[in-house]
DNA sequence: TGTTAGCACTCTTTAGAACGGAGTGCTAAC
DNA sequence: GTTAGCACTCCGTTCTAAAGAGTGCTAACA
């Protein structure tokens, strides 16, 4: 069977009002509310067909039809416009938040939550590589050392040091020096034994304190390999009546709360996208590969913050939600990501 | 009219069947469960009596009883029992954790969430003062200077500074030691005006530079004015009926998304409470003077982690929360906590 | 005087029945 | 190809009745 454009009109016209009502749409509805001058029982017809093509289901007999999966897949891939305007005042509250950046996609988050009515979450940026451009230990007072390290990405990391004995000035010295030869460039995964060795055998006499001095470094450098999950809006998801029976809120919500099983799955997500359209992405239901997520749509994007480093940002609502005005404020937002990033170059 | 051993007993047993069923108790449950002896018949006499000095309540005629907040209170100002031991495997799993004190307390409120079946919160440690004990400038490459500041409670704040123009060894090392004498043992709420100026003099030529660091300076002693508050275990407030309509979810639940609110209260109520007992509080339905937990019960406790450092745990539950439980919970795991602190002095 | 059995009464909860509404599928006519 | 009409299905709501839980009161008992 052929999807004509009438029966794409009429698909079209379902989805729209299921996404505004949340209730199963009737033939009657359809009649009325479109400017095809069709009766009722035309319509009916029409519909008969699209449910044999799998575009939209009934929830039991004498019900309306909703959409299917493969109905809203339909209707993301071809119908999608772009409205892009209606964010743009988002740009100058973000502005203000620019500074630090786990701040900034807090506020993102936060943002696209009251704006779009739906649960967010946004990843912190992921580093490709992590490799020591800098090293300095510092004593502080007698008990204490303070090793600050500087990666290639300009993020610092620091670890205080209790010691034993206190070390004099010029130890210190020696250690920074040979620590920066030895370490500088080296990515994290490259800290062997041999380098390890190396360093303690240039250290000499202090090989107690260079055990823990490695220590702390392993510490620092390791500690973020769990990336930061920023969520937001959460509690939207009771707005939904076909995500509110508590089953699902529980399973959802614990989601969100526990952020594990997100990130997992914003990892595993390969960033895939071309650059121009942000690589926008659209799960429905099934789609996600998530149990708890059935019922949900997730709509994902991906910022760079430059050359691999990048990060992603995901709207999860009901099956019904708008995607088209949900693609719209992410793309738009996007590209006032892309220039506040711009900016701080 | 005397609330005498036999009303108390009864009183404690509704509350006890309470906690456990969330429902209503009626007269010939007691008569049953206790080994009082007594015919539904005088228990319900009893309750009459009890109802009319306020402790319990009646939902509707005929329906048992329920306790009344007052009720609740006399039962955990005079009935709690240390039990105390069984949290003690806690402390093993604490330990691992206890390298970083935010990743700690975010497992304090997750351990606890579990154990209790309630939603926790805990809020990290307050320093009563910020006194600068240690600054340090260091070059990284042409364009950016680390400032790395040690507060005298050893928490250190790191701020990555643009240079216009590359910086000399001689002017940093100069940098350095004005900071250092003039910022030494300050607090931030001293960095006013006059030390500003003074600094800007000593330095000269360089009054550029100064400005962007002492911005830096400024940002980085402010940024965690407020105060972190990690929560655990919001979705338990989905296990209690009497919390799950829709209403009361979404405004618990936004509460513990939001954290504002909460971190307000925290700060607002005063740490009160003699160190032995760790300050434990109990909050009653409108005592918590909080709009959205009327129908909630609060559990607060103390922890110092040494002078003048101290944060909050809460637990927030159904007013049925097994108070006898979670009070010997958390004394337990206060204990735990000073230990662990104690330790790593 | 305190305790208890008994009973009428109240209120809630549950189950069932009845009903209306929404929507469909089919048929026959245009 | 389109439409009007109609029988049918299923859901949700409303109403009623019955069951259950619990009380308060009274009268009898120890």
Avoid at 101 to 120: C, F, G, P
Wanted: aromatic letters at 6%; glycine letters at 6%.
């Amino acid at each position: 069977m052929k999807l004509d454009d009438r029966k794409l009109k009429i698909l079209q016209v379902i989805i729209k009002i299921y996404l505004e009502t949340g209730e199963p749409v009737g033939s009657r509805t359809i009649s009325k509310y479109t400017d095809l001058n069709l009766s009722s029982a035309t319509i009916r017809n029409e519909m008969s067909d699209l449910e044999e093509m799998g575009y939209i289901i009934q929830p039991h007999t004498s019900a309306g039809r909703i959409p299917s999966d493969k109905g809203y897949r339909l209707y993301v891939d071809t119908m999608l416009e772009d409205k892009a305007q209606e964010v743009q005042d988002m740009k100058a509250e973000l502005k203000e938040k620019a500074g630090r950046i786990d701040v900034l996609l807090k506020e993102v988050a936060k943002l696209l939550a009251v704006n779009t009515n739906y649960a967010t979450m946004v990843s912190g940026p992921r580093y490709a590589s992590k490799k020591v451009k800098f090293i300095q230990m510092t004593t502080v007072d007698e008990e204490h050392l303070l090793t600050v390290i500087v990666l290639d990405n300009n993020t610092v990391k620091n670890e205080m040091i209790r010691l034993e004995e206190p070390l004099d000035q010029e130890t210190v010295l020696k250690l920074n020096f040979i620590l920066n030869t030895s370490l500088n460039g080296l990515d994290v995964v490259d800290m062997n034994l041999a380098v390890i060795q190396k360093i303690k055998e240039q250290m000499g006499a202090h090989n107690l304190v260079i055990d823990s001095v490695l220590e702390a470094i392993g510490n620092a450098l390791m500690e973020n390999e769990d990336l930061e999950l920023y969520t937001s809006g959460a509690t939207n998801i009771l707005k939904y009546p076909e995500l509110s029976d508590k089953a699902k809120v529980t399973q959802l919500l614990g989601a969100f709360e526990e952020k594990r099983m997100l990130t997992d799955w914003m990892e595993k997500e390969e960033p895939d996208g071309e650059a121009e359209n942000h690589g926008i992405q659209v799960y429905i239901g099934s789609e996600t590969n998530v149990e708890s997520m059935q019922d949900c749509s997730l709509v994902t994007a991906t910022y760079r913050v430059n050359d691999g480093v990048y990060g992603k940002i995901g709207i999860v609502g009901p099956k019904r939600m708008d995607y088209d005005k949900v693609v719209a404020t992410l793309q738009s937002l996007m590209n006032q990501l892309d220039d506040i990033f711009k900016d701080k170059e």
